[in-house]
């Protein structure tokens, strides 16, 4: 499984962005999917994740009404739609693929997801 990560870039505060990630693979339907971001000197911290349906989801408090995450299984993409953007959201954002068989970590945990994208850079000015 291969995610390549697209879509990041420079807005000020209060904007908007979208972030993107391409799947490969013939089974991505079967994939929970998520979002994870690394602010600068921080550790790796999960911003959302969603099922394989797209009816179950998560999101970490600081995205919750700003932060939407959506995905289309006929196109294998995963989206993050970030709203009222703050400074702080400025970070390193990654996708990431739990396939099956799925292991005994929690949706928000990094340990879950075995597939990772490289990272879009998302930098947000005061």
């Known amino acids: 499984v291969q995610l390549q990560a697209s879509g990041g870039g420079l807005v000020q505060a209060g904007g908007s962005l979208r972030v993107s990630c391409a799947a490969s693979g013939r089974t991505f339907s079967t994939y929970v999917m998520a979002w994870f971001r690394q602010p600068p000197g921080k550790n790796r911290d999960i911003v959302a994740a969603?099922?394989?349906?797209?009816?179950?989801?998560y999101y970490a408090d600081y995205a919750k009404g700003r932060f939407t995450i959506s995905r289309d299984n006929a196109k294998n993409m995963v989206y993050l739609q970030m709203n009222s953007l703050k400074p702080e959201d400025t970070a390193v954002y990654y996708c990431?693929?739990?396939?099956?068989?799925?292991?005994?970590?929690?949706?928000?945990?990094?340990?879950?997801?075995?597939?990772w994208g490289q990272g879009t850079q998302v930098t947000v000015s005061s």
């Open positions: 990431a693929a739990d396939v099956p068989p799925t292991n005994i970590y929690s949706a928000y945990s990094s340990g879950r997801y075995d597939y």
């Open positions: 969603m099922g394989r349906s797209g009816a179950h989801v």
